[in-house]
């Protein structure tokens, strides 16, 4: 790992401990960069704003890959459902509470609530660039992109706790694959 990528994920551990401990919106971020030993300057070389340090999404590239990989006959909600499937399925056990801890901590953040929609629009981007890709109309690849990645944002904040779970659900990669799991096949038609 290089230096820049060892303080790419200082700074994001230090800002979920302090996000986890004060909250998003009582976090600044020259108290993150002061947590993770570095200059604030630095922490905006390596993230654009603060709502970066929860919202910047690595799995976007990799999911439009596997869209892209899928059989060029099958629905394009089939499609996605299944690439985004195989993208999280090879997310390792001891990422899987750091992945429901930011999610939390973005539902309970009140200053987030626009952000999250920008980032969703990125990935709904994503999945459109690798759906036309594989020959399908610019529409019905927004609908699905946009009906998949708006039902996995449902499936996520539940599991996490921040959308009004009503079931109960084992934390860990076996209920993030289970939630996972029942989503996709919702979306996909499964």
């Not at 800002?15 to 030993?37: H, I, K, N, S």
């Given at each position: 790992m290089s230096r820049y990528d060892r303080t790419h994920e200082t700074?994001?551990?230090?800002?979920?401990?302090?996000?986890?401990?004060?909250?998003?919106?009582?976090?600044?971020?020259?108290?993150?960069?002061?947590?993770?030993?570095?200059?604030?300057?630095?922490?905006?070389?390596?993230f654009a704003s603060k709502e970066a340090l929860l919202l910047e999404d690595a799995f976007d590239p990799a999911v439009a890959a596997a869209v892209r990989a899928r059989p060029p006959q099958e629905h394009p909600m089939r499609a996605a459902a299944e690439g985004i499937r195989a993208v999280w399925r090879q997310l390792p056990e001891d990422q899987v509470e750091s992945v429901r801890e930011r999610v939390r901590i973005i539902a309970d953040a009140k200053g987030l609530h626009g952000a999250i929609e920008r980032n969703s629009r990125a990935t709904v981007e994503a999945l459109v660039g690798a759906l036309c890709e594989r020959g399908t109309a610019r529409t019905e690849a927004r609908v699905a992109a946009s009906a998949v990645v708006a039902g996995l944002s449902v499936a996520l904040l539940d599991w996490a706790g921040g959308g009004g779970k009503t079931e109960a659900v084992a934390p860990g990669a076996a209920g993030l694959r289970d939630v996972l799991d029942r989503a996709l096949d919702a979306l996909g038609g499964r």
């Open positions: 700074l994001r551990s230090a800002a979920l401990e302090l996000f986890a401990a004060r909250g998003y919106d009582a976090t600044t971020t020259a108290a993150v960069a002061e947590r993770a030993g570095v200059s604030e300057m630095t922490l905006f070389r390596h």
